[in-house]
């Protein structure tokens, strides 16, 4: 089983700046895949950056990096120079393995970006 | 490159009906999940399909059944619809055999509503 708490129900930054969303995240699974996905109001799940456990480095995507601490279970999204584009509810979620596909979310951290 | 379509894009139905929602997978993908997202929420894990044949199941009544075609392609239905079945019903692709490689990619959607 796998469980997501996103502890920030919303998030605000100015245009230009940096935010960090947090994420923390258990499961019992020891080979596991963790996402951040994007929904803006068009509704569509957009997929922002993917992180593999067994990989030691961070994954970076553009402005988008991630700061994946696996002892701690926490797996934290940093979006630099924010743009009016990456207002959007943000979702973290794990699947594992052997389960692939079964993506557990969290209940999402709304980011509006302000000009 | 065709991403994952789903259809149709809303629907509107009476408490008690039946509804189906099809599911074409991303050009390369064998594997299609379900999920269901009501307002406000994360999205809820329905089921998976791989190879014409359930893999994977949340918590969801009986009501909620699935199919795979051979083509890849899915559908997702609901029998004896409450109220409480309204919602965003998302479709995701992926492939079984190589996850690594493979990153979860979501369709557009199909908003249900019960009246």
């Known amino acids: 089983a796998q469980t997501v708490t996103q502890s920030q129900p919303e998030m605000s930054v100015q245009e230009a700046e940096t935010v960090t969303l947090s994420c923390t995240y258990d499961?019992?699974?020891?080979?596991?895949?963790l996402f951040w996905y994007k929904q803006p109001p068009s509704r569509q799940m957009i997929l922002v950056i993917r992180q593999e456990a067994y990989k030691q480095q961070n994954a970076t995507e553009n402005r988008f990096s991630v700061n994946f601490q696996k002892a701690a279970k926490s797996f934290s999204l940093k979006i630099s120079d924010s743009q009016l584009g990456d207002t959007a509810m943000y979702f973290c979620a794990p699947t594992g393995g052997t389960s692939y596909g079964k993506l557990t979310f969290g209940q999402g951290t709304i980011l509006t970006v302000h000009p | 490159d065709a991403g994952v379509t789903q259809s149709p894009t809303h629907l509107i139905k009476t408490r008690g009906q039946q509804v189906t929602l099809r599911c074409s997978p991303k050009?390369?993908?064998?594997?299609v999940s379900w999920y269901q997202q009501a307002l406000g929420q994360g999205p809820q894990f329905i089921f998976q399909y791989y190879e014409e044949e359930e893999r994977q199941r949340g918590n969801f009544p009986d009501r909620f059944s699935g199919h795979q075609f051979p083509n890849y392609s899915s559908e997702l239905n609901v029998n004896a619809l409450l109220l409480g079945d309204s919602a965003l019903y998302l479709c995701a692709s992926s492939s079984y055999r190589r996850p690594h490689n493979s990153p979860l990619h979501f369709g557009n959607g199909t908003r249900l509503t019960v009246t």
């Open positions: 050009s390369g993908h064998d594997t």
């Open positions: 499961t019992s699974e020891s080979n596991y895949y």
